[in-house]
């Protein structure tokens, strides 16, 4: 497994979508954060197996919610850019790179 290492900005991504999903019903952010972290351990695992999506960074997609996990490869460490959702401002994350 290798170590994730995440840009500032992905913690406020993060809050503001709990919060959302909460607002909507409770447990919901719950539900969202769960499937993050799956995900962070899959990728952490298995990091060559999704597709090169922009400027040599590779995007896993949420199956449950509308969020890609926007992630670079870099020696014994991943670093994890973006927490983006799919259908808002898609390449706004381009500048943290």
């Known amino acids: 497994m290798k170590n994730l290492i995440f840009h500032p900005d992905v913690k406020e ?38 597709p090169n999506f922009q400027a040599g960074f590779k995007r896993y997609l949420l199956s449950r919610f509308p969020f890609s996990v926007i992630y670079k490869e870099h020696r014994n460490q991943i670093y994890i850019v973006a927490i983006m959702h799919n259908r808002r401002k898609p390449n706004y994350w381009q500048k943290r790179t």
Do not use: M, N
């Open 13 to 50: 991504e993060i809050k503001a979508s709990y919060q959302w999903y909460e607002e909507q019903a409770v447990g919901l952010g719950e539900d969202f954060l769960l499937e993050l972290e799956s995900s962070y351990e899959v990728i952490s695992e298995y990091p060559d197996t999704w």
